[in-house]
């Protein structure tokens, strides 16, 4: 299976901040990768996926860079929304695996 | 809009079967080109892919799950279920549906159910 670790697992910033994660594979995944935001008690959201693709109806804030074993998911302005848990999901190979998540609260 | 709703018993018993179904509303599960799946996570912990199915019935499981795991399609009634076999306590988790979608070669779930907490407990 493909591994992914994300980084900071914690994260403390503020409204208005930029903020940038990190998720790391443990072999080269072009780009089939995802991201997901999940708030306490709520399924998680798709953000964007092929690794830089936004959905449909995210806000431009959000954008995603990388492709072989090294992504970054970028808020260009924290807003109060944003306050969740974010995680990575490879696509390119079965079984498709999550990374461990990045905690991103109200500093 | 399309919608999925998990519904099934929230407390199973240790060596039992757990079994969800998925409904989806909005939108025929048969039109194709869709992955349906089952999602879970762990009280606090990350998330865990189970499987998918297609509308044809063809279906891809976890290796990690996949002696314990079948995933089926009922078309007639625009469901689509999962069942676990032998559950323990480290099988209680919350279970998510979700739609798996591509644009070319890149998957993601694009539509989540709201999940549904299983616990298994004697």
């Known amino acids: 299976d493909i591994q992914l670790t994300q980084s900071p697992s914690f994260l403390s910033a503020s409204v208005g901040d930029r903020v940038t994660i990190t998720c790391r594979a443990s072999q080269g995944i072009s780009s089939y990768l995802a991201w997901y935001q999940q708030k306490p008690g709520k399924a998680p959201k798709l953000l964007i996926y092929a690794a830089s693709t936004l959905q449909s109806g995210v806000p431009s804030r959000f954008s995603g860079s990388g492709s072989g074993t090294e992504f970054t998911l970028t808020i260009s302005s924290l807003q109060p929304e944003d306050f969740a848990t974010y995680y990575c999901?490879?696509?390119?190979?079965?079984?498709?695996?999550f990374g461990p998540g990045t905690k991103v609260d109200i500093k | 809009q399309v919608q999925l709703q998990e519904s099934g018993p929230g407390l199973v018993k240790p060596s039992q079967t757990l079994s969800l179904t998925c409904t989806v509303s909005?939108?025929?599960?048969?039109?194709?080109?869709?992955?349906w799946s089952w999602i879970r996570q762990h009280p606090g912990k990350g998330l865990e892919w189970i499987g998918y199915i297609y509308y044809s019935g063809s279906t891809y499981y976890n290796p990690s799950l996949k002696s314990r795991v079948t995933i089926s399609v009922d078309t007639s009634k625009n469901q689509f279920s999962l069942k676990l076999s032998s559950v323990t306590a480290a099988d209680t988790a919350v279970y998510y549906c979700?739609?798996?979608?591509?644009?070319?070669?890149?998957?993601?779930?694009?539509?989540w159910g709201r999940g549904t907490l299983v616990t298994v407990s004697s």
């Open positions: 909005g939108g025929s599960i048969s039109s194709g080109g869709y992955y």
């Open positions: 999901q490879q696509l390119n190979s079965y079984p498709f695996t």
């Open positions: 979700a739609k798996g979608d591509s644009y070319g070669p890149y998957w993601y779930f694009d539509l």
